[in-house]
């Protein structure tokens, strides 16, 4: 977790992922009252950033481990990014999935060759399911944000955002289970120059917010977000990089969600899930506090299922 | 319209236009059975090809008739256009529009600085009402595609997509006023290498198709296509540039191009109107003939009234 094992990970996964391209818009500048630069992570593999994670985790394996295959659980990206990340480097990837989980999600994990279990929606079930495919097949659990290696592949977006704008004063990431924004804060420990990395979190599941309040891992009892992405809570291995390294979690609210998403999709002209639209639904929610300023911000991904999306 | 004339006309707006990207995808390659080269007009300035018509015939104007203004009629990309083109070029514009013109097109005349004139959404009215307006003004009228300069600004689009990827076996570019078929026809036939254009229409406003068939130019009875942009006819300018330079026209039905937009916002993670889809919805629906070929697809932009798309 030092300077030289981000840009070991950032060499290692090279030619694995995209380095995501970095939108502006006047018109989003004007709107925010500050200058944002959005890295695009809805263009990386498999329209998320999970597939950096996925990546580095799958490389960081035993060859022995890596010919015995990987098990996940996750509602979504993760699940493809998995079965992407492993179909590209040979291994054999086993994704546990929710009855619940969207439709597109799990069309894109067969079409990435994953073999999915399926199983209740809830934490207990998958992590059962999980636990029989180890024990059964020999396969190595790898968690979606709870990973070392996986928080350190997912911070090559934010060195790349760095790369491109060294100066930003923020970084504004959103948190689900606390692997992006973990990465993110490492990676702008590290290569940012005094920035500062804001979290953006539903309301409605607001376990990470008050998990910063108490000093210790909090759960949502329900998490009726949009984000679906971001029902999730943080872990022991990515919390303490939390706390140590993000300053403040902002809260956003369902309709600032929405209206964020669409403003992005409108003025970038590009598609980015709910998830992506919290982060910068924070900035426009706290505009004094960015006034100004250089703002980065993460799109995690653009994995949207088209049916489900009504504006108005 | 020499190989000269465009080239010129690519110096001049350079500086007032985007070199836009060309996205590909693997997955949509796979689905179509031929390589895709999509050029992405929906992250032109102002959201459209239509930017480069507009910037360039402003260009070419005196400075005594930019210094009274241009006029045009348009239901909406051009309107756009040329308000922030007129904008750009320290000129006055004045939009005639349809009284039934989508609300976020006239929303962004108006942000973008543009006088806008209420007409009756018929051709007389429309143009009635922007020959008053030359008339009291002293403002040049441009049309939206029957414009000779129009028409080399927006071959520019082709262009850089021909320079990007030389080899190209096909080029096809949505057909609505014709504008931006007969640039593409024009480009691709003094750069491209044995390429061929194909149009792409919606086949309820099949009027070029049928013009194509009979000699002289056809109009529409009715025009209930979603592609909004593609119900306008062609122009005694345009027509015989696509008459001499296009190899045919593939129609498109109505559900064809809400599919062929579904898979540019799912695969792409981009958002296209309408109108852009029909030109992938004509590759996908005559695949026998484009098989393992080259094919750059125009998709012409991004400006969507959200609130009305419904996928399902």
Chains 1, 2 share one sequence.
Request: glycine content about 8%.
């Amino acid at each position: 977790m030092d300077k030289h094992s981000l840009l070991e990970t950032q060499s290692r996964i090279l030619p694995y992922v995209h380095n995501t391209p970095i939108l502006t818009s006047h018109l989003l500048d004007d709107l925010a009252g500050a200058k944002l630069f959005f890295k695009c992570e809805n263009f990386q593999k498999m329209g998320a950033f999970k597939m950096r994670g996925a990546v580095n985790a799958i490389m960081q394996l035993t060859k022995a481990q890596q010919e015995r295959g990987v098990v996940t659980h996750s509602s979504g990206n993760f699940a493809q990014a998995l079965s992407l990340a492993a179909r590209n480097l040979g291994v054999t990837a086993y994704i546990v999935m929710p009855t619940n989980a969207p439709k597109v999600k799990k069309e894109a994990v067969l079409g990435y060759g994953g073999i999915i279990t399926d199983c209740e929606p809830n934490i207990q079930a998958r992590e059962q399911a999980a636990t029989q495919i180890v024990e059964k097949k020999g396969a190595t659990f790898i968690h979606p944000s709870n990973d070392l290696n996986v928080i350190l592949g997912n911070a090559t977006s934010a060195m790349e955002l760095l790369e491109a704008q060294p100066d930003l004063d923020f970084v504004v990431s959103p948190v689900g289970g606390g692997g992006l924004i973990a990465g993110t804060a490492l990676a702008t420990h590290y290569f940012g120059q005094k920035c500062v990395v804001i979290g953006g979190e539903p309301l409605v599941a607001d376990d990470a917010y008050r998990s910063l309040k108490t000093g210790k891992i909090e759960s949502n009892d329900s998490a009726h977000t949009i984000a679906d992405g971001l029902r999730t809570q943080l872990g022991d291995i990515n919390f303490p990089i939390i706390q140590k390294y993000v300053d403040h979690i902002i809260r956003v609210e369902e309709d600032e969600i929405l209206r964020a998403m669409k403003l992005l999709w409108e003025r970038l002209k590009i598609v980015v899930e709910p998830s992506s639209a919290v982060a910068f639904g924070a900035v426009l929610k706290d505009k004094s506090y960015f006034k100004d300023k250089s703002v980065g911000i993460i799109l995690s991904g653009g994995n949207v299922d088209l049916d489900t999306i009504k504006f108005s």
